[in-house]
Each structure stands twice: as C-alpha cells, then as structure tokens.
C-alpha cells in the first residue's frame, strides 16, 4: 500500500500561472481532503470530497477549484497563481465513522509551492 | 461546530524531562481526538488518537494522552523527553456528522535541550 500519494512534490510558479496538484489513496477511503498550511498555523481546509464526483468548500477555498472524477483521485487548481498561495499543501484521505469507528486521517507528504 | 485550542505555542524541556503539551477542545457531537507530530520539512505522522473506548490512551514513543469531558481537555504527555522527540505537535478534533471534517490548533513546537 502507497498510502497517500501527492504530485507534484515541489513546484515554482510565476504570478499567473496555473496548475494542478494530484493527490492519490489506495486505500479506497470515501473522503478526501486539500489543506494548506502556513508559518506558525495549524492546517486549515480548502476544499474536501465526500465521495466520487462531489465536492464542497473548506475554510479557506478561494482561488482554488477541486475535482473528484474517481473515487482515488482528488485533484486541486489553481487557476491564476498569487503570491498569497505560496504553502505547503497536504492532501489527506479518511472513512466515514460508520466503517472504520474515527475519523483518521491519513496524509500525503506534502506539495511545497512557491508563487513568485 | 468544533474548535480546538493548543494553549502553549512553544514548550523547552530539557532531555530526560517529562513532556505536557496541552489541548483543549470543543464539540456538539462525540469527538474524535488526535494529536499529531510534524519534523522539520516532512508530512504529518499520528501519534495517538481517542475514539471513545478507553480515556488513557497510549501512543508512539512513549506519548500518551488523557481524555477529560469534564474539563474538554486531551493533553499530550511523555515521561522523558528525548532529542528526537523536537517538532511540532497537532491536537485535532473531528466528528462524523461533519463530513469527517477535522479541525487542527494551531501546534506547539516542542525544544529538546540536551
């Protein structure tokens, strides 16, 4: 088991430009999740699935766009890169409390982008 | 609606000294608790988590932490710090009937002095 994948690992934008970041789970978990974290901040949500072909916004979702086409995949836009969006982006993945009895969650090991 | 407060940002201990890192929380459902440990640079490894059975629980490498309703605490402990044990630490609270969503403190980074 790979767990949670991330792709890319590290990436250097220009104001502007665009990209996506692709996060993979082979653990077939129901909810997928996008976090950004910050200097001297805890994780906060950008965006999270609760299932294939759903999505729903988190707490800090402007500027990004998110899709769920397979249930494996969770993938995150950045449509037009500011410098404010320069993080550490963690993808993270989990079960419902029904199937698995907590929330755990397991996390990717992280995209660093830098928006110049 | 859930929250989650680490009350100390920065802890020092020496090595060799016990370890107390705190967290209180609050939820309108039965929570989840977590904590957390990031090293400088790398992703975010769980360290324990308490999911209603018992209210000590044991985690890796000699942390436990202690579920308290009554105060909404859930406090991370070791007995003897090490050198290794320097990061970042995460308390978290998640609760099913909101979608899985958890909700992270702030960290306390954690110094080892030798």
């Known amino acids: 088991n790979a767990g949670v994948t991330q792709t890319p690992k590290f990436r250097v934008l220009k104001t502007g430009q665009s990209m996506t970041l692709l996060c993979a789970q082979d653990m077939n978990h129901e909810y997928m999740y996008w976090y950004r974290q910050d200097p001297g901040m805890g994780l906060r949500l950008i965006h999270y699935?609760?299932?294939?072909?759903?999505?729903a916004k988190g707490e800090v979702p402007d500027g990004y766009n998110v899709s769920r086409l397979k249930k494996q995949n969770f993938l995150l836009g950045l449509e037009s890169a500011a410098p404010s969006q320069t993080s550490v982006y963690f993808c993270?993945?989990?079960?419902?409390?029904?199937?698995?009895?907590?929330?755990?969650?397991?996390f990717g090991p992280g995209t660093r982008l830098t928006v110049l | 609606a859930q929250s989650v407060t680490q009350l100390d940002s920065h802890v020092s201990v020496s090595e060799g000294t016990p370890v107390l890192l705190r967290c209180n929380y609050s939820?309108?459902?039965?929570?989840?608790l977590f904590w957390y440990v990031q090293h400088p640079n790398k992703g975010l490894q769980l360290l324990l988590k308490?999911?209603?059975?018992?209210?000590l629980v044991k985690g890796i490498n000699g942390f436990e932490a202690e579920f308290k309703k009554s105060e909404t605490s859930f406090h991370l402990t070791k007995p003897s710090a090490h050198m290794s044990d320097a990061a970042e630490y995460f308390c978290v609270v998640s609760g099913d009937t909101n979608a899985g969503k958890s909700t992270f403190g702030d960290g306390t980074t954690l110094t080892v002095k030798p």
């Open positions: 939820s309108s459902y039965s929570p989840s």
């Open positions: 993270a993945s989990t079960s419902p409390v029904r199937t698995s009895g907590y929330n755990e969650q397991f």
């Open positions: 699935s609760v299932g294939e072909g759903t999505t």
């Open positions: 308490y999911t209603s059975a018992a209210t």
